[in-house]
């Protein structure tokens, strides 16, 4: 069964600085792993996927990283600003013989002004 | 425009009833899924669907139920046999090996 764990569980951080996210999942037999951002009360919105051929993505200030052997992945974000905090979550796509999108239980970030 | 809608957006639901959670996409996509969100808490897997016809209890299948008929629609029942279902709800969908997209979410909540 795959379980996925995202460490910090929270973090908050002033205005301008790096950070990374971390993601760790037990089954490495994945399509793929996305990066979701969650705002309170809504949907997910996708920042990036990274298929398992690849070692990471960008986009904009965002790249995610992945290790597929090792099952960890993480998400950089760099010069953070008021408007990225949220929540972040992690999720691979497969593991053994499904398709199953499991999700980590997120990153809740607070970037201050 | 290509999307997942999921509708109504917040449902209200007496003791002992059945309500259905509608969702649709229209991305031609093979797999569809249900989630739960609970409070400050992640998404936990419901069933999920990869082809027309078929489908899979998640992690928290008991108290729900779904069907598959047609490719673009995967609609799910929170029956009275769940006993706590007042949550977010939320339906997804992915190509083969592909991008998850998201609907906006059903609040549910128990008067």
């Known amino acids: 069964k795959q379980e996925v764990t995202q460490i910090p569980a929270a973090l908050s951080v002033p205005e301008g600085e790096n950070l990374v996210l971390n993601c760790s999942f037990t089954?490495?037999?994945?399509?793929?792993l996305q990066w979701f951002r969650q705002d309170p009360g809504k949907g997910l919105t996708s920042l990036l996927l990274i298929q398992s051929s690849q070692r990471e993505q960008t986009s904009g200030r965002l790249n995610a990283s992945l290790d597929k052997s090792s099952g960890r992945s993480t998400l950089y974000i760099a010069a953070s600003q008021p408007g990225d905090s949220a929540t972040y979550l992690c999720?691979?796509?497969?593991?053994?013989?499904?398709?199953?999108?499991?999700f980590g239980t997120g990153t809740l970030l607070a970037v201050q002004p | 425009d290509g999307g997942i809608t999921q509708s109504p957006k917040y449902l209200f639901r007496k003791e002992g009833q059945n309500v259905t959670l509608s969702c649709e996409q229209n991305?031609?996509?093979?797999?569809m899924y249900w989630y739960r969100q609970d409070p400050g808490q992640g998404l936990r897997l419901i069933y999920y669907?990869?082809?027309?016809?078929?489908?899979q209890k998640g992690d928290i299948a008991e108290g729900y139920s779904v069907s598959r008929e047609k490719k673009e629609s995967f609609p799910l029942t929170v029956t009275s046999a769940q006993k706590n279902p007042t949550a977010f709800y939320l339906c997804?969908?992915?190509?083969?090996?592909?991008?998850?997209?998201f609907g906006q979410g059903t609040r549910l909540t128990v008067v």
């Open positions: 997804a969908s992915t190509p083969p090996g592909g991008e998850a997209f």
């Open positions: 089954d490495s037999a994945i399509y793929n």
């Open positions: 999720a691979p796509l497969g593991g053994g013989a499904t398709n199953k999108l499991i």
């Open positions: 991305l031609n996509h093979d797999a």
């Open positions: 669907s990869q082809i027309v016809n078929d489908f």
